[in-house]
């Protein structure tokens, strides 16, 4: 639709620059030959100038012909340099906007995707969090149960030693017994007497050695046994607090590691979303280029109208646009004297105002004796720009003649 919209006034311009041809070669044909479509003029010339009155006429009016096609012929070849370009240029810009549309739609739904992952991957984290926290309530619970066994440990681990301290104690008296048991026995001899009557207390000492050795024995038995016992239990704590341990550990891993696939993958997501940033920011940039252009290509279009409406309406030397000399005039005056555009801006002065070889070998915007073809404006991308540019400057001041 768009290019439909564009060729419209295209066709509807070539149309009217043929209408104007046609007219301008209808009065040529006019000119050349007046006296073969009105036989009466000859007469009435005859009767009112002379023959070289009328050979001076011819000429200057053969001239102004010249002049009006050449004219014709240029702002036609510009005209049609433009309308390439400016077809040209919508064809690129309108693939390039394709292409950056579905790309920017790709990336669209590239960032949808990356949110979904983003939120589940959220989850899952929430999740390894609250597993991290219940296992560190297991593990501290699991460390106070060892350290309550440990105490517990202590304490037997004291009660065993001051058993073994009272063990001792009692050997020493059974020790000390003994001695004066043997004391006794070789003084027995000698105190027969005295020794019927310590029978009975000797007797007692005997039952009461005998229960000290059954109860050091029954201690023994009893040390022994809890000896086993809490080694046995402490080498179950041990092993039971090592699995756990272990199994805190491998599920800990996994979890880091878990999390650091999440940090990657948030990572590239950011950086395929600041991607997006920077194509959306490129496609708002390609737009206001393209209304730019298109703002320039109607401007252009205004002017060269206008122009060959003044070239329609008679001699182009009295009908010159003073508004785009003086932006050109401006123009070439604010510009730095090392820059090229003065050049091209004085290329543009004199074509508008039309000078001749000798006016432009003053200028010194040619050679003595080169050729004007040299210094067309048709075959100047650049002064194709500056021209564009003044019309812009000058187009809120522009009038109509005619009005």
Known sequence: MAEDAGKQPDSTENVRLSEELGNLRIEEHNIESPVSENPESPVKIAQ????????????????????????????????TNLLSKVS?????????????????????????KLEKLLENAEDALKLNNEESENLTQQTKSLQ??????????????????????????????????????????????????????????????????QEHLTRHHRLE?????????????????????????????????????????????????????????DLEREAREKSLLIGKLQHEAVILNEHLTKALCMLKDGDSSEKIDK????????????????????FEILQLISSVLGWNDQQREQAGLQRPGS??????????????????????????SFQDPSK
């Open 144 to 209: 106070q149960k060892v350290e309550h066994l440990q105490t517990q440990n202590d304490i037997l681990t004291k009660e065993s030693q001051n058993l073994s301290i009272q063990v001792r104690q009692w050997e020493r008296r059974a020790k000390d017994e003994h001695e004066m048991q043997e004391s006794l026995a070789a003084r027995l001899a000698d105190y027969e007497e005295q020794l019927m009557g310590e029978t009975e207390r000797q007797e007692q000492y005997q039952k009461e050695i």
């Open 323 to 342: 508004q785009l000399i003086s932006n050109l005039f401006v123009s070439f005056l604010t510009l730095p004297r090392a820059d090229t555009k003065r």
């Open 371 to 396: 050729a004007f073809s040299n210094w067309s404006l048709s075959k100047n991308n650049s002064s194709t720009s500056i021209f564009s540019d003044i019309a812009l400057s000058k187009r809120g």
């Open 88 to 112: 040209g240029i919508k064809i690129t810009l309108g693939e390039r906007l394709k292409k950056d549309s579905q790309a920017l739609a790709q990336s669209r739904a590239q960032i949808q």
């Open 221 to 277: 038995i009893e040390m022994d046994a809890l000896k086993a016992q809490h080694l046995e239990d402490k080498s179950e704590l041990q092993a039971t607090y090592q699995s756990s341990l272990d199994e805190l550990s491998e599920k800990f891993v996994a979890k880091e590691s878990a999390f650091a696939s999440i940090e990657e993958q948030l990572h590239e997501a950011n950086l395929r979303i600041s991607k997006v940033s």
């Open 48 to 79: 009112e100038m002379n023959a070289e009155d009328l050979k001076i006429e011819l000429e200057k009016k053969e001239r102004n012909l010249q002049q009006l096609q050449a004219s014709y012929g240029s702002l036609k070849q510009q005209h």
